[in-house]
T-cell receptor
Framework: DTAVSQTPKYLVTQMGNDKSIKCEQN?????MYWYKQDSKKFLKIMFS???????INETVPNRFSPKSPDKAHLNLHINSLELGDSAVYFC??????????????FGPGTRLTVT | AQSVTQPDIHITVSEGASLELRCNYS??????LFWYVQSPGQGLQLLLK??????LVQGIKGFEAEFKRSQSSFNLRKPSVHWSDAAEYFC??????????????FGKGTKLSVIP
């Protein structure tokens, strides 16, 4: 069973469109994350989310919004796509703070190409 | 703010040779440190982590890392590299970011190439 899955794996779209990337985890974790990996392989946190709060990295444009229908899913919606949004987007999950920081488990990534 | 530096962008080693990938961090408190590996076209897989205790930690695939507080380093090592170890390696530091969540700050990665 895949622990953290993302769909689609590849997404090609035009500037100005709105798109969503889905993420599901079957690990029973209560915290999920979105990361962006740019063309130079640099990984940066975009959001972390659990049932308590949403933490947004201040550099993320408000065109990006995470939506969580339930604890096992955290989808990423992107409005008015721009060329600079082209990247690989990774979803991750972890158990929430229990006194120790536990590792995050990553999905396979979604390669978004904006033309 | 926390930061992670991986000084080596690209390292090439011969199969069977030893490996050391460098990682330096900047963090005001006791760091939570991780090494992840990313094979081409794949997601990230955790190799090992350090929270506290023994400063030499063992991970999967024969990797180990040593935490040195005095040098703010967490270098990854492997005594004998296999061709399948060719990948991108990321060092990361974790920081609590709110009620029940934390965020990873990654270094820019080191690409490892292995010569047969």
């Amino acid at each position: 069973d895949t622990a953290v899955s993302q769909t689609p794996k590849y997404l090609v779209t035009q500037m100005g469109n709105d798109k969503s990337i889905k993420c599901e985890q079957n690990l029973g974790h209560d915290t999920m994350y979105w990361y962006k990996q740019d063309s130079k392989k640099f990984l940066k946190i975009m959001f972390s989310y659990n049932n308590k709060e949403l933490i947004i990295n201040e550099t993320v444009p408000n065109r990006f919004s995470p939506k969580s229908p339930d604890k096992a899913h955290l989808n990423l919606h992107i409005n008015s796509l721009e060329l600079g949004d082209s990247a690989v987007y990774f979803c991750a999950s972890s158990q929430g703070w229990t006194g120790l920081i536990l590792e995050q488990y990553f999905g396979p990534g979604t390669r978004l190409t904006v033309t | 703010a926390q930061s992670v530096t991986q000084p080596d962008i690209h390292i090439t080693v011969s199969e069977g040779a030893s490996l050391e990938l460098r990682c330096n961090y900047s963090y005001g408190a006791t760091p939570y440190l991780f090494w992840y590996v990313q094979s081409p076209g794949q997601g990230l897989q955790l190799l090992l982590k350090y929270f506290s205790g023994d400063t030499l930690v063992q991970g999967i695939k024969g990797f180990e890392a040593e935490f040195k507080r005095s040098q703010s380093s967490f270098n990854l090592r492997k005594p004998s590299v296999h061709w399948s170890d060719a990948a991108e390696y990321f060092c990361a530091v974790g920081k609590l970011s709110g009620a029940g969540s934390y965020q990873l700050t990654f270094g820019k990665g080191t690409k490892l190439s292995v010569i047969p």
